[in-house]
């Protein structure tokens, strides 16, 4: 069935360094793919999203990049905040018709 | 409501009971979809809706679980004879097309079963 792959799951960086999650999916047909950020206790919020017509696309300090050709897709987070740990998810390779999300990836961001 | 709203927040119930967990979705939105979270886990997906009808429930773990969604709105999650491993928060999300939108999530339903 469909899968999505995230990693890593942990990832600690330091105030101001950059952080890059990668994800891989296995159904072809997917053609949207999202990132959502969950904070302790809430519910996850979209944060960017990618369309397989696009190969990269970016928000302030945060870009995502598609490969459809090997199937994978990473968030990338540049200047780091304290605010910015969370847990992210990537989301995607269902097909059209459902989101399946990765298993998460815990940032911490020290000062 | 200005977004997904999902009720009750917090359910303790005690193990064989029966639990029903409520989504009311953003006014409008056709897709609504049910994941399940364990604590420090992943999203698990369990069923999906387009309007009333489920054209995916594959993730229901078990023949206990149960959905269903009225007028194209709010929908209900039942969990019969809940065991332990059923502690989870339950998410629910909606959209308002089949993929290719922004899917909202609700706050979700923290279920402890004792």
């Known amino acids: 069935g469909e899968n999505v792959e995230q990693h890593p799951s942990t990832l600690s960086v330091q105030e101001g360094d950059s952080a890059v999650i990668k994800c891989t999916y296995s159904?072809?047909?997917?053609?949207?793919f999202p990132w959502y950020k969950q904070e302790l206790g809430k519910g996850p919020q979209l944060i960017i999203d990618i369309r397989s017509n696009v190969g990269e696309k970016k928000d302030q300090r945060i870009a995502v990049t598609l490969n459809k050709t090997a199937k994978h897709f990473s968030l990338h987070i540049t200047e780091t905040q304290p605010e910015d740990s969370a847990v992210y998810f990537c989301?995607?390779?269902?097909?059209?018709?459902?989101?399946?999300f990765g298993a998460g990836t815990r940032l911490a961001v020290h000062p | 409501g200005a977004g997904v709203s999902q009720s009750p927040s917090n359910k303790v119930t005690e193990k064989g009971k029966d639990v029903e967990l409520r989504c009311d979705p953003i006014s409008g939105h056709t897709a609504l979809y049910w994941y399940r979270q364990r604590l420090g886990q992943g999203l698990e997906f369990l069923i999906y809706?387009?309007?009333?009808?489920?054209?995916?429930k594959s993730g229901l773990p078990s023949d206990r679980f149960s959905a269903e969604r009225t007028g194209e709105s709010v929908s209900t999650l039942t969990i019969q004879r809940t065991q332990q491993e059923d502690s989870a928060v339950y998410l629910c999300?909606?959209?308002?097309?089949?993929?290719?939108?922004?899917?909202?999530f609700g706050q979700g339903t923290r279920l402890t079963v004792v």
């Open positions: 989301a995607g390779g269902g097909g059209y018709n459902k989101l399946i």
């Open positions: 999300a909606s959209c308002s097309l089949t993929g290719g939108t922004e899917a909202f």
């Open positions: 809706f387009q309007g009333n009808s489920a054209p995916d």
């Open positions: 159904d072809s047909a997917s053609n949207y």
